[in-house]
C-alpha cells in the first residue's frame, strides 16, 4: 500500500533552517508529482510547494517563494522540502502527499492529492 512518511521537523529560532524528508513507498515513485502542504492551528490546511514527476517543474506559494526549495530524488523514492529563513508564521505540521494521477506537474490544489503522510511538526520561535 502506498505509504508517505515524513521526517526532520523540530523546534528552530527565527530565521534558522530545516530539511523535511518524506519516504515513498508502495507505488512508482518516479510517475507520480508530489507535494508539500501545511497546517497550522486553527486554520486550514494550505499549499506550500509541488514537485512534477521528473522535477522539471516546480511551484511554490507565495508566502515560501525564495525561501523553500522542493526537490526529489527517485533513485531513492525522497522528497525533500529545505526550509530557510524560518519565521514564526511557518510554524505549522507539514504534509507530504502524492498526487492522484501519474505523470501530473505538481498541482496546488489539496484535492488533486490522494495520499497524505502522517506530518511532521515545524515550530518556529521568535
Known amino acids: 500500500q502506498v505509504q508517505l512518511v515524513e521526517s526532520g521537523g523540530g523546534l528552530v529560532q527565527a530565521g534558522g533552517s530545516l530539511r523535511l524528508s518524506c519516504l515513498a513507498s508502495?507505488?512508482?515513485?518516479?510517475?507520480?508529482?508530489m507535494g508539500w502542504f501545511r497546517q497550522a492551528p486553527g486554520k486550514e490546511r494550505e499549499f506550500v510547494a509541488a514537485?512534477?514527476?521528473?522535477?522539471?517543474?516546480?511551484n511554490y506559494a507565495d508566502a515560501v517563494k525564495g525561501r523553500f526549495t522542493i526537490s526529489r530524488d527517485n533513485a531513492k523514492n525522497m522528497v525533500y522540502l529545505q526550509v530557510n529563513s524560518l519565521k514564526p508564521e511557518d510554524s505549522a505540521v507539514y504534509y507530504c502527499?502524492?498526487?492522484?494521477?501519474?505523470?501530473?506537474?505538481?498541482?496546488?490544489?489539496?484535492?488533486?492529492?490522494?495520499?497524505w503522510g502522517q506530518g511532521t511538526q515545524v515550530t518556529v520561535s521568535s
Open positions: 502527499a502524492r498526487e492522484g494521477s501519474s505523470g501530473g506537474l505538481g498541482s496546488r490544489r489539496a484535492n488533486e492529492y490522494s495520499y
Open positions: 508502495g507505488f512508482t515513485f518516479r510517475s507520480y508529482a
Open positions: 514537485i512534477s514527476w521528473s522535477g522539471a517543474n516546480r
